[in-house]
């Protein structure tokens, strides 16, 4: 019956089939061009960077230009204790900022402010920095790896308020209501109910932020600004990974060049492995 | 309303019947819950309009009628969590133990804290286990203390009859029960905090006719205990386990009796042909 049903389908059915078969040859091309631009990308960093690293590039300081050898363990600690920084003051904003939208939701205020932080993700990260240099530099009259912390930190805000309130909006009503109705204030019921609901979201989003800071070296063009010595002080101008990757890469020697990848290379797998980590620890933890 | 006014002397001949050990004979004390005049918005909308009725203590009173009459609007503003709903506000009194919980300077975390709550879909908190889902209520209110703690969650969870199910598994995720065990383990929780009142919205509505079973007898045994108003969609519900029930139609309080005689000789038409199965 439902065979003969099917013989029976229109006249226009075997061009309908073929229509089928061209979307379905192009999703597949879409796709295949958007998923091996990634693989080309990391295939080239990896092509390139890794065949350059040894032990040496990640525990030595850089040599003067023109020599070859050295390392880039002051730009990559370097990197590490600013954006450690920046997320110290970033964090504690952006999630305050996310559970007051979230958990006061009739604040015109909030929605405000939510509004503002879509839009801060567009601002231009070099304008970011000029921003971090008229508020950190030029009060302090000097370079230093604090105002890059600052300058990560706007990069970050916007990130961890949306990623946050997306992840507070994930907890069911239900949940905060039979909290409340237990009798535990509001203030407790966000920090023992809802932060922990959202917690894998939450360091998603904040993975994401870091990701995000760890790669920009506009921002550091004029805040941290840089610097070929070891340096833990924060109130002087620093080294970090994608500066000194731009610096590299712009730079007129070979020897720098291929540097440039290599430090590509190790900046790309810091951030990767860090998610990867993360997300594996958490879904452990979930799972439990 | 005009059903009150004889109310009272029923509640003796009711209490005698069942030879519960409440204190019928002082009226007064008799009356867990007044509602005086309420009228409940949710931003300019009034939802529920001038109702007026009493809860007594250690009885079960249940709220029927067709949905959106306002019967779960009306159960939330019996402990403030009406006003969680943004534009939610009330006009009117709910008086506890002669206290008006709207009054100035009433705390609605010191309300809930009196008057809790189980709600419709079985609310479990999924980061916690079974025992930290019934400690909830002294743990988030930051009591420590260990002993304590233990005590009042073997109890609760005893008193909503699943102690026996759960007893071997305490630590696993309370999101790994049942529908029902999940009802029946947010009931333990309301119940660890020692409330006077326990709410029920529809309790059993996302379980089945088994854990619905199991849901109505806990109520019967925790009238002792525990003074209950439950809103439920179904009448045979209501019919079985409360002794007490309101009708409530588009937001006004109808009928308001004893179950038994709201449901063989109810006095309004409304109440009558919706409890016939003419509507609703």
């Known amino acids: 019956m439902s065979a003969m049903n099917l013989a029976a389908t229109p006249s226009n059915y075997p061009f309908r089939k073929i229509v089928q078969r061209f979307a379905w040859i192009g999703m597949v091309l879409c796709t295949s061009v958007t998923v091996s631009l990634l693989f080309m990308i990391l295939g080239y960093v990896v092509y390139n960077g890794a065949t350059a690293i040894d032990w040496s590039f990640l525990t030595e300081l850089p040599l003067p230009p023109g020599e ?21 003051m970033a964090l504690p904003i952006g999630l305050g900022a996310a559970i007051f939208i979230n958990e006061f ?51 970050m805000v916007p990130i961890l308020v949306i990623t946050s309130h997306e992840a507070f909006r994930l907890v069911p009503t239900s949940l905060r209501e039979a909290s409340l109705a237990l009798g535990v204030p509001k203030w407790r019921t966000i920090l023992w109910v809802v932060l922990p609901v959202s917690k894998t979201a939450l360091l998603t989003g904040a993975i994401l932020a870091v990701s995000r800071a760890l790669g920009e070296a506009a921002p550091m063009l004029f805040t941290a600004f840089g ?32 540097k440039a990848w ?22 452990g933890k979930s799972h439990e | 309303m005009s059903d009150e006014a004889h109310a009272p002397k029923e509640l003796i001949s009711r209490s005698d019947l069942h030879g519960s050990e409440n204190k019928a004979s002082v009226p007064a004390e008799d009356i867990r819950l007044k509602v005086e005049d309420l009228s409940i918005f949710y931003g300019d909308v009034r939802a529920v309009k001038n109702v007026n009725m009493s809860v007594r203590t250690n009885q079960v009173t249940s709220i029927i009628g067709p949905s959106g009459c306002g019967k779960s609007t009306f159960i939330r503003c019996l402990n403030r969590m009406h006003e969680v709903t943004p534009g939610g ?56 203390d260990r002993k304590l703690i233990a005590e009042k969650v073997e109890r609760s969870l005893k008193n909503a009859a699943i102690w026996d199910e759960v007893k071997d598994n ?40 088994i854990a619905t079973a199991k849901i109505e007898e806990l109520i019967h045994e925790l009238k002792e205990k525990v003074t209950i108003v439950i809103v439920t969609h179904n009448m045979q519900q209501a019919a079985r386990s409360s002794d007490y029930t309101a009708f409530f139609y588009v937001g006004e309080l109808v009928e308001f009796g004893e179950t038994q005689k709201l449901f063989t000789a109810p006095e309004k038409r409304q109440t009558e042909d919706y409890i016939t199965g003419r509507f609703g």
Request: charged residues 15%; glycine residues 10%; hydrophobic residues 45%.
């Open chain 2, 89 to 144: 506000r009330v006009q009117g009194k709910v008086l506890l133990d002669g206290q008006d919980l709207y009054g100035p300077g009433v705390d609605p975390v010191d309300v809930r804290r009196r008057v809790g709550m189980v709600f419709q879909k079985p609310n479990v908190f999924p980061s916690m286990s079974i025992y930290d889902n019934v400690a909830s209520g002294y743990r988030l209110n930051g009591i420590r």
């Open chain 1, 262 to 283: 290599a430090a590509s290379f190790v900046l790309m797998a810091v951030v990767l492995f860090t998610s990867v980590l993360t997300r594996t620890f958490l879904r």
């Open chain 1, 68 to 88: 070859s050898g050295g390392g880039i363990a002051n730009a990559l600690v370097g990197s590490i204790l600013v954006v450690i920084v920046a997320t110290l």
């Open chain 2, 170 to 209: 305490l630590q696993k995720p309370g999101t790994s029960l049942s529908g029902g065990q999940q009802q029946r383990l947010c009931i333990a929780r309301a119940l660890a905090v020692d409330p006077e009142v326990l709410l029920m919205d529809e309790p059993c509505s996302a379980l089945d006719p």
């Open chain 1, 105 to 155: 939701p009739s604040a015109r205020l909030g929605r405000t402010v939510r509004f503002m932080a879509e839009v801060l993700t567009g601002v231009p990260s070099i304008v970011v920095g000029l921003f971090a240099y008229d508020m950190v530099v030029q009060p302090f009259g000097a370079f230093s790896g604090f105002s890059g912390s600052v300058a990560y930190a706007f990069i």
């Open chain 1, 227 to 258: 610097n070929p010595f070891w340096n833990l002080n924060l109130s002087k101008p620093i080294a970090t990974v994608p500066m000194l990757i731009y610096t590299y890469a712009t730079g007129p020697y070979d020897d720098w060049h291929q």
